[in-house]
């Protein structure tokens, strides 16, 4: 089963065509047979972020949101925020698992980051670190899996008839 996926670089440095780790879940996304129905860039800014997931989550087409970058601990890491306002419920073993992930990559510096996911009208949506590396963790390591109806014993892709059940 391909799933629709819209994918969001949150930056207030990179264009989309010096968008590494954009680049790089685009090309992943098509590998695993996915369709990648919107892509857009914008700036670390909690407002535009939710105005751009907000208009994604209206759409019957999408099945899953991606935002990279903005997940850290500076000032302007604001996406874990404006995921989480627009939440129906948390996924908090994404962040566990990822970051469990991380530490085999990057080590302690794992700690770092707030990587994380939620459902929001019977979508996901799953923010991502901005470093390609981040991205290929999540993507190679959790996502991938998640997002293939065939992955045993459970997977992401099945429960999509739920989950906007009441």
Known sequence: MKVNIALLTVTDTRTLK???????????IKKA?????????????????KKIIK?????KIIDVIIT?????????????EAVSDLADKEIPGFGEIFRVL?????????IQSRACAV????????????????VTDAWDKILVHQLN??????????????????
């Open 68 to 80: 990279t970058g903005g997940t850290g601990l500076t000032g302007r890491d604001i996406t874990p």
């Open 33 to 49: 047979k996915h369709n990648l129905i919107d892509r857009k860039i914008c700036k670390d800014n909690k407002k535009d972020i």
């Open 102 to 110: 991380s530490l085999k990559t990057v080590g302690t510096s794992s």
């Open 55 to 59: 208009s994604w989550l209206k759409k």
């Open 18 to 28: 010096t968008d590494k780790s954009g680049n790089l879940l685009s090309v992943k």
């Open 119 to 134: 459902l929001a009208k019977g979508k996901y949506i799953f923010a991502l670190p901005g470093s390609s590396g981040g």
């Open 149 to 166: 109806i065939k992955h045993k014993p459970c997977n992401f892709v099945e429960l999509f008839p739920r989950l906007k059940e009441k």
